[in-house]
C-alpha cells in the first residue's frame, strides 16, 4: 500500500513530504537520524494516521534539525 511520509518540524511546519507510492522506504526510528537533500534531522516522533481503505497511510515524523556544525 502506499505511504506518504510527513516531516514537521517541533512547532508543526512541514518541512519535507515523500510520497511512496510503491512502498519502498523504511518507516523512521525514534532518535534515527536522517537526511534529506541537506538538511540533517533527529527523529522525535513517528505517528501513523489510518487512511480510508483506497488511500495511502501518512506517517507524521516529527523531527528536531541539526545544525549544519553538530553534523
Known amino acids: ?3 506518504i511520509f510527513r516531516f514537521v518540524d517541533s512547532l ?3 518541512l519535507h513530504t515523500i510520497n511512496d507510492p510503491e512502498d519502498r ?3 523512521p526510528e ?3 537520524v536522517i537526511s534529506i537533500g541537506r538538511n540533517t534531522m533527529l527523529v522525535e516522533s513517528v505517528t501513523r494516521h ?3 481503505s483506497s488511500g495511502p497511510s501518512v506517517y507524521s515524523v516529527r523531527v528536531w534539525t541539526v545544525p549544519a556544525a553538530d553534523k
Open 50 to 52: 489510518h487512511a480510508a
Open 1 to 3: 500500500m502506499a505511504r
Open 30 to 32: 525514534i532518535r534515527q
Open 25 to 27: 522506504l523504511p518507516v
Open 12 to 14: 508543526g511546519c512541514e
